[in-house]
Structure formats: C-alpha cells, structure tokens
T-cell receptor, first 112, second 113 residues
C-alpha cells in the first residue's frame, strides 16, 4: 500500500463547477499537507499548504485536512479553463528528513 | 531567467550508456532534490542533498548516483541506462525549515531505447 493515495482521474468538469480533489494517507505522523499544481510540460508549483488539521482558504481554493480520517481535500470554486492541470497532493513530517511524499496526481480538465 | 534550470530538456539514449542530467539554481537554496515522474506513480524521490557535503538516498536510488558540485549545482547520473529508467526527471530546491515549498525545474524527458 502506498503511503499516499490519490485517484489519478482523469476528471473533467464544466466551467464554473466546484471541483473536489482528495488524497488519503496511512502515516499518522504527517503534519504538513501540500497541494502542487502541474501544467502540461512544466514542473509542479506549490498551490497551498496547511499545517495539521483544519481548513485554509486562498481565493477560489480551499484546502481541508481531516487527520482523524487521514484524508485531505482541495476544493476549487468557480472553476476556470486555466485551472486545467494535474494536481498533486504531498505531505511530510516535521521532524527527521522532512522529505515530501507525493500522491499520484489527478489530471483535471475544465471544459469551457 | 528561470530560477531552477535543467539540462538537457530532452534526451534519447541507448541501453547501457552512461548519462548525466544537470540542475542549476539561482535561488540560493541549500536543499536540492531529484525526482522521477511516471504515469500513475506520481513523483518519487531519487536522491536529496541538504548541503554540499550531505547526500542522501531517496526511495528509488538504485541505478542512479548524484554529485553536488556546489550549492547551486546538483547532477544526476545513470551509470548504465536501462529502458525502465525512461521517465520525466525533475530537480527541485527548497530552503531549510521550509520543506513544504519546493521549487521545481522544467524537467528532463529521458527515453532509454
């Protein structure tokens, strides 16, 4: 079993829809939770990160962490064609090597 | 100019050949990483370096070696390339204490025939 599981999709939704992207994980020691966005033929870039449980909002994006369920989500409101990309969740420990463990990535397409 | 650059951007090689992928950064970051990305498998860590004298294996280091020539340069070598090393390779950097924010290069597409 992978430490971090993410449905690879692809996911296709109409413009303006609310998008929900999710990851589950098995290591209860993870404390940092990140979402990276990767456009086609580009390197990933950090979109949002949260520390421990709770919600964090940034414009149309909301990151949610439920440590009791080992489940994180990214919500995109009023989705735009420019949001079409692959979204990768990542997580890490606070102590130790502090390496990032990535999910498989979900490919998202927003249709005009 | 890009902060994290990778050369070459594309490479085709044959089984058994030794090749080197290079990464340079102008961000002044102390930490550098090499990942490979395969469809359905996401990003997997090959090697990472927290400073010039600190090199560590990641989860899939077999068949690879690295060299941190300077704080700004981190090279990945495939000693004897094999077809299942065909993948997209990314270099990344971060600042100590801010591991959540890694800055990725544009990637190198490698095809091993």
């Amino acid at each position: 079993q992978k430490e971090v599981e993410q449905d690879p999709g692809p996911l296709s939704v109409p413009e303006g829809a609310i998008v929900s992207l999710n990851c589950t994980y098995s290591n209860s020691a993870f404390q940092y939770f990140m979402w990276y966005r990767q456009y086609s033929r580009k390197g990933p870039e950090l979109l949002m990160y949260t520390y421990s449980s709770g919600n964090k909002e940034d414009g149309r994006f909301t990151a949610q962490v439920d440590k009791s369920s080992k489940y994180i989500s990214l919500f995109i409101r009023d989705s735009q064609p420019s949001d079409s990309a692959t979204y990768l969740c990542a997580m890490s420990l606070i102590q130790g090597a502090q390496k990032l463990v990535f999910g498989q990535g979900t490919r998202l397409t927003i249709n005009p | 100019d890009a902060d994290v650059t990778q050369t070459p951007r594309n490479r085709i090689t044959k089984t058994g050949k030794r090749i080197m992928l290079e990464c340079s950064q102008t961000k002044g970051h102390d930490r550098m990483y090499w990942y490979r990305q395969d469809p359905g498998l996401g990003l997997r860590l090959i090697y990472y370096s927290f400073d010039v004298k600190d090199i560590n294996k990641g989860e899939i280091s077999d068949g690879y070696s690295v060299s941190r020539q300077a704080q700004a340069k981190f090279s990945l070598s495939l000693e004897s390339a094999i077809p299942n090393q065909t993948a997209l390779y990314f270099c990344a950097t971060s600042v100590s204490g801010h591991q959540e924010t890694q800055y990725f290069g544009p990637g190198t597409r490698l095809l091993v025939l």
